[in-house]
T-cell receptor
C-alpha cells in the first residue's frame, strides 16, 4: 500500500514570496491533516479535512496560510506572503474515520521550507 | 487542554544498552489514545504504537516495549539492546476528543 505522498521535499524562498505544498493521502483515507513542525519541536496541527470539508482550522494563520482539498483526495497548502518564522517542515497525514484505526494518523515525508 | 511532556531532550547510549524514553501526559478526556512515533533523519514520522485509555496492558514488539500506567499518567517506551538504526527522534502523542498533541520529542543517539 502506498503511503502519504508530498511534494516538493525541499523549498527555499525569500520572505514575502509565496509557496505551495501538495499532498496525496493514503488511498481511501477520508481525513487529511497538515502539520507544521518547527526545528526542535513536535508537530503542530494547522488544519484538518474530512473529505473536502474543514473540521478544524483553529491554529491556521489565515492571514497568510490557506489550504484546500477540492475533490476530497489531494490537498494543497499555500503560504502567501511567507515570513522568516514560517521556516519549518510541513507534514501531511491521513487517517480513516469510522473504523478501529480511525485514531492512527500516517504521515508523509514532509516538505522542508527555508525562508530567507 | 491536553499536554504531553517528554522531559528527556537527548539521550546517548552505546549499542546494546537498554534505554527508556519517558512520556507523561495530561488530559481531562475520559477516553483517549496514546501514540509513539519515530522520526529518523529522513524526516518522516513512523507510527510505532497506539494504546487506548482502557487498555493498560504492557506491550512488547521485538526489542520494543511500552509501559502504560494510568495512575501516573505515563506511557514509557523501552528499547532493549539498542542498535545504531534506532537513532532518531521519538515523539509521544495524545489524542482525546480533539486534536493529536505531540510532545517535544526525545533525540536518541546510539553509537557503535
Amino acid at each position: 500500500e502506498a503511503g502519504v505522498a508530498q511534494s516538493p521535499r525541499y523549498k527555499i524562498i525569500e520572505k514575502r514570496q509565496s509557496v505551495a505544498f501538495w499532498c496525496n493521502p493514503i488511498s481511501g483515507h477520508a481525513t487529511l491533516y497538515w502539520y507544521q513542525q518547527i526545528l526542535g519541536q513536535g508537530p503542530k496541527l494547522l488544519i484538518q479535512f474530512q473529505n473536502n470539508g474543514v473540521v478544524d482550522d483553529s491554529q491556521l494563520p489565515k492571514d497568510r496560510f490557506s489550504a484546500e482539498r477540492l475533490k476530497g483526495v489531494d490537498s494543497t497548502l499555500k503560504i502567501q506572503p511567507a515570513k522568516l518564522e514560517d521556516s519549518a517542515v510541513y507534514l501531511c497525514a491521513s487517517s480513516t474515520p469510522g473504523t478501529g484505526d480511525q485514531e492512527t494518523q500516517y504521515f508523509g515525508p514532509g516538505t522542508r521550507l527555508l525562508v530567507l | 487542554a491536553q499536554k504531553v511532556t517528554q522531559a528527556q531532550t537527548e539521550i546517548s547510549v552505546v549499542e546494546k544498552e537498554d534505554v527508556t524514553l519517558d512520556c507523561v501526559y495530561e488530559t481531562r478526556d475520559t477516553t483517549y489514545y496514546l501514540f509513539w512515533y519515530k522520526q529518523p533523519p529522513s524526516g518522516e514520522l513512523v507510527f510505532l504504537i497506539r494504546r487506548n485509555s482502557f487498555d493498560e496492558q504492557n506491550e512488547i514488539s521485538g526489542r520494543y516495549s511500552w509501559n502504560f500506567q494510568k495512575s501516573t499518567s505515563s506511557f514509557n517506551f523501552t528499547i532493549t539492546a539498542s542498535q545504531v538504526v534506532d537513532s532518531a527522534v521519538y515523539f509521544c502523542a495524545l489524542r482525546g476528543y480533539s486534536t493529536l498533541t505531540f510532545g517535544k520529542g526525545t533525540m536518541l543517539l546510539v553509537s557503535p
